[in-house]
């Protein structure tokens, strides 16, 4: 989706949110030669990366979400350094977000459906190998579906939980909403960004606002793109 266009000020002059929005899409580049394999080239943690997307696969297209995590990661590494940190991706797609975060120095798990897994593996492979201090993990998580079996609270620990677009009108909003709190732990940050549509994305971060503790961090009007930063509420004490 070529968002370009809706950044368009008739007046010429830009708002600050617009000025960011603009600096996110500059990120993006196209080859300018003809190529065999079609793709779309983005510039995040000092490095080009070649995106390859699969258009007869929903999950398998990059959105907008993604580029707005991935220059929040790459402009604030001081204050989030993902440096050795263990960091799962939730519906990770085309696998931008796990790349970056993986250029950035994460030990990243990067998760999606069976039917994703393919062209999401090939991007991060190619775009990691030789470039990265840990190997990303792809692998298959289907929201809600064994997830102690998969990811047992125990041993699996993650410090970041990243997700962008992964709430929109599709029937798995509540094994998404499980999937989350399985995963969050005490010191676990999620940070989500997530472009509103309908109705069920202002519901769902109502309900996830009751479990978890929530900041925003960019509010992007001319996206529709909000990013948010939570961590797992407190127990309250019956003391």
């Not at 470039?131 to 997830?147: F, I, K, Y």
């Not at 940050?189 to 509103?196: C, E, K």
Request: proline share 4%; aromatic share 10%.
């Amino acid at each position: 989706m070529d968002m370009d266009a809706s950044l368009q000020n008739p007046a010429g002059e830009c708002t600050e949110d617009e000025e960011l929005a603009f600096a996110i899409m500059e990120r993006r580049f196209r080859p300018s030669l003809i190529t065999t394999t079609a793709w779309e080239g983005y510039r995040f943690a000092g490095l080009e990366i070649r995106i390859t997307e699969s258009t007869d696969c929903y999950g398998a297209v990059l959105w907008p979400s993604a580029l707005v995590l991935c220059h929040f990661l790459d402009t604030h590494r001081e204050e989030y350094d993902m440096m050795d940190k263990n960091v799962i991706e939730l519906g990770a797609g085309t696998g931008l977000v796990s790349i970056v975060t993986s250029l950035l120095g994460a030990k990243v798990t990067s998760t999606d459906l069976p039917d994703v897994l393919g062209n999401l593996e090939y991007n991060v492979r190619c775009n990691t190998r030789g470039r990265c201090r840990h190997p990303a993990n792809v692998t298959e998580l289907s929201w809600g579906q064994q997830l102690e079996t998969r990811f047992p609270r125990a041993s699996c620990r993650f410090d970041y939980i990243l997700a962008a677009d992964v709430v929109y009108a599709h029937p798995h909003l509540d094994e998404l909403m499980d999937t989350f709190e399985h995963l969050c732990q005490n010191q676990t940050i999620i940070l989500w960004a997530m472009r509103f549509r309908l109705d069920p994305e202002n519901s769902f971060v109502d309900r996830f606002q009751k479990r978890f503790c929530v900041e925003l961090l960019y509010d992007l009007p001319s996206l529709r793109i909000k990013l948010y930063r939570a961590v797992k509420k407190k127990a309250e004490s019956n003391a």
